[in-house]
């Protein structure tokens, strides 16, 4: 579950030439989030995208963070919340776990796809990336 910011918290993030916009805010599920080597997404994500009323997608970064809360089911203190770059999956230092409500809040600074990740040991990723191949000796 996530809750969803309002579109009148995020009017005042992003901003033109000190004027500010109309937007559409719209969050989706995604099932579109890969493993990486250092973390591991938990089933599925949420793409958040910001368009303009003309229907423009807004890609710059906000003037100021944005809080999103991912909710989870269950105990699971290692879980951290990240967003997607286009390499890798990227954790915010600043996010709050809520054990008590179940949820962690990360502060983002642009849309994208957001998920709740697990951090992937040594032991885990060294063999689920090792490849064996047979020596010759002559």
Same mark, same amino acid.
């Given at each position: 579950m996530l809750h969803v910011i309002q579109e009148r918290q995020i009017?005042? $993030? $992003?901003? #033109?030439?000190?004027?500010? *916009?109309? *937007?559409? %805010?719209? $969050?989706?599920?995604?099932?579109? $989030?890969? *493993? #990486?080597?250092?973390? #591991?997404? *938990?089933?599925? @994500?949420?793409?958040?995208?910001?368009?303009?009323?003309? @229907? !423009?997608?807004? #890609?710059?970064?906000?003037? !100021?963070? %944005?809080? %999103?809360?991912?909710?989870y089911v269950g105990t699971n203190s290692s879980l951290q919340a990240g967003y997607l770059t286009t390499d890798a999956w990227r954790t915010d230092s600043t996010s709050t776990h809520d054990e008590t409500a179940n949820q962690i809040t990360v502060h983002a600074s642009r849309a994208g796809t957001y998920a709740l990740l697990t951090a992937n040991t040594v032991a885990n990723t060294a063999t689920s990336n090792s490849h064996y191949l047979p020596i010759i000796v002559k």
């Open positions: 009017t005042n $993030v $992003v901003s #033109t030439k000190s004027q500010q *916009l109309q *937007l559409q %805010v719209i $969050v989706k599920p995604t099932s579109d $989030v890969p *493993l #990486t080597y250092l973390y #591991t997404p *938990l089933n599925y @994500g949420y793409s958040i995208a910001l368009y303009e009323t003309s @229907g !423009k997608e807004i #890609t710059d970064k906000f003037s !100021k963070n %944005v809080a %999103v809360s991912l909710r």
